[in-house]
């Protein structure tokens, strides 16, 4: 999924573009940047934007000291928007056309914002959610962070001290995730005070599943909501009001990393970034808009972007222009003061001259919304759907009334432009994702291969049909495999690890690891059956899957040679009626 080749003259001019729109005078001092990415909040669930359902003062203050862009557009879902602020590119060109089962990842050629700002001499880490890719190279230590804590995956199905990872290693997480994760933001920029630092905290709520600790539940489980749905009856008001607690825990967070940052007296000196990755996961108040998160239509791509600089950045600034994800990178750099000349076509521009207030120099522009086929653009007046439908989002933002006959100039433009995108970007997509896992890394001691990434053969079921936090069951035959597509980039030892569950009765099992010419076996000798979890802490009841505790089991040491190949795990007797339920298999170079 590498880039299409592109002609030098395109290049060139793209190029150009970017670097006449960042004018920004010299930064004596590198600011630092804090880049803080919700993960489903809708552009209506914050109050500065009209909600009195919730209550958000410190996302609201950052509003109000620095500048609000007020037709942001992200993407329709998770992963593609976090592509896209990665490379300030449209996710298609970077191999990203799912959230799961591998079509999440960018691809390898792609240079991330973090790698930019590493080789400037900043610190970099990120904590939270990633979503673009596990097993490393693809996992954030590769693409630019020195630092990572949290899980790689789409969602994570317990926010109660769950295992989560450090820089690859698995480990324990410590109470409810989202403070757990601002703990180790501060920790990071207590460590780096003296120099600059780019942090990336990308929380994982309010995605499902719903869990919020009771501090924030209290306030809104029987609380009578004001504002609703523009159509109510689709409106699950248990769903809409975990969402908002959620939103409320987010921004009492934020409020501590903004105190630390004054704390240590840095605020002067570093930008604060604020953005929410698609529209909502639930149908509740989002002004008038239509859709929600996996929509292309306004309410699915249209997201709050807070931008915050004491000093530098003008107050109270709110900035009607069109702008998208796409535009961080080129944006945050220009006002960093890095010389950044991208070695690919950037789709995003810097938004400078509207940040400082110099509007006379930006020229209108289209933005396009991309996912499962359907693509809509979005002028400064009118919106095309992926229907071909016109919208004027000035006179009708709800999208009630399609134009296109009365309308059929823009309405013509609009579509034109539309086709010349997919033919461009989309061309770039390959309709069949030939990529492998990769393994084995030389520069990384952990490999995690989990059920999410595997292929299950016979009667082995997953626990869900969402696959992002699942687990293998149902393994009861010497004929059942479990199977990944594995490229391992360089031979050696390694430890293998399963992470299962088993009762009692069906302990005894023995399993075989293999790839290419070389297999190790492993037994379960000891009893781990706990409990499905997550129930008890949901607010309303899951889609997804529930989860358990899995126990790590240690079975040997196995030679693993360069090469690409199924990695397979099978059962060679099964003394019980099954084997075990399985997580993940983790592969650790000695």
Aim: glycine fraction near 10%; charge should be negative; charged fraction near 25%.
């Amino acid at each position: 999924m590498n880039s299409a080749p592109r002609t030098r003259g395109a290049i060139a001019l793209a190029l150009f573009l970017l670097t006449v729109s960042c004018g920004t005078a010299p930064v004596p001092v590198r600011p630092n940047v804090v880049l803080i990415l919700s993960d489903d909040q809708g552009w209506g669930d914050l109050s500065l934007n009209g909600n009195s359902n919730l209550h958000t003062p410190n996302i609201d203050s950052l509003a109000e000291g620095g500048v609000l862009f007020d037709r942001f557009f992200v993407s329709p879902v998770c992963s593609p928007t976090r592509a896209e602020l990665l490379t300030g590119r449209y996710h298609p060109r970077g191999g990203v056309y799912s959230t799961s089962s591998g079509g999440e990842r960018l691809d390898l050629d792609e240079t991330t914002i973090a790698q930019v700002f590493l080789e400037a001499g900043y610190r970099t880490a990120a904590f939270g959610k990633w979503h673009n890719g596990m097993q490393y190279p693809y996992h954030p230590n590769a693409r630019g962070f020195e630092e990572y804590y949290g899980f790689c995956s789409g969602h994570w199905g317990n926010y109660f001290s769950p295992m989560l990872e450090q820089n690859g290693e698995l480990v324990q997480g410590e109470g409810y995730i989202i403070d757990d994760l601002t703990d180790r933001a501060l920790d990071f920029i207590e460590e780096n005070q003296t120099r600059p630092f780019f942090l990336y905290i990308p929380y994982n709520i309010p995605h499902s599943p719903m869990q919020v600790p009771d501090e924030w539940w209290n306030r809104f489980s029987e609380k009578k909501l004001l504002q609703r749905h523009r159509e109510p009856e689709q409106e699950d008001l248990q769903h809409t009001r975990a969402a908002l607690a959620m939103c409320e825990n987010i921004d009492w967070n934020v409020g501590r990393i903004v105190s630390r940052i004054e704390d240590l007296g840095l605020r002067e000196n570093t930008i604060f970034v604020y953005f929410s990755d698609n529209g909502p996961n639930g149908w509740r108040w989002n002004g008038s808009m239509k859709g929600r998160k996996g929509s292309t239509d306004e309410g699915g791509v249209r997201s709050p972007l807070i931008m915050q600089w004491p000093g530098r950045i003008r107050e109270g600034g709110r900035i009607e222009q069109t702008a998208g994800v796409i535009d961080l990178l080129p944006t945050l750099t220009c006002l960093a003061g890095i010389d950044y000349v991208p070695k690919k076509l950037l789709d995003g521009v810097s938004l400078e001259p509207l940040i400082m207030g110099r509007v006379e120099e930006w020229k209108e522009r289209l933005i396009f919304s991309h996912w499962n086929g359907r693509t809509s653009v979005r002028s400064e007046r009118y919106r095309l759907d992926d229907r071909g439908r016109l919208f004027d989002m000035h006179d009708d933002p709800g999208q009630t009334r399609d134009i296109s006959s009365r309308e059929p100039n823009p309405a013509a433009r609009l579509r034109k432009s539309v086709s010349e995108w997919e033919a461009d970007v989309l061309s770039e997509l390959l309709r069949e994702d030939n990529r492998p896992f990769p393994a084995g890394h030389p520069d990384f001691s952990f490999t995690q291969l989990p059920a999410r990434d595997g292929m299950a053969e016979g009667g082995i079921t997953r626990s869900n049909r969402y696959p992002n936090c699942t687990f293998f069951t149902n393994w009861k035959s010497t004929e059942d495999r479990i199977s990944w597509d594995v490229e391992l980039l360089e031979g050696g030892e390694f430890e293998a690890i399963v992470y299962y569950s088993c009762p009692e009765e069906d302990t005894g099992s023995v399993f075989e690891l293999s790839f290419g010419g070389n297999s190790l076996e492993g037994k379960v000798t000891e009893a781990h059956d706990p409990p499905l979890t997550g129930m008890e802490n949901d607010r309303v009841e899951r889609v997804e899957s529930y989860v358990k505790e899995f126990k790590p089991l240690p079975f040997g040491t196995i030679r693993l040679e360069k090469g690409r190949g199924p990695m397979v795990l099978k059962a060679m007797d099964i003394p019980g009626s099954r084997v075990m339920d399985f997580r993940l298999l983790m592969l650790r170079r000695l």
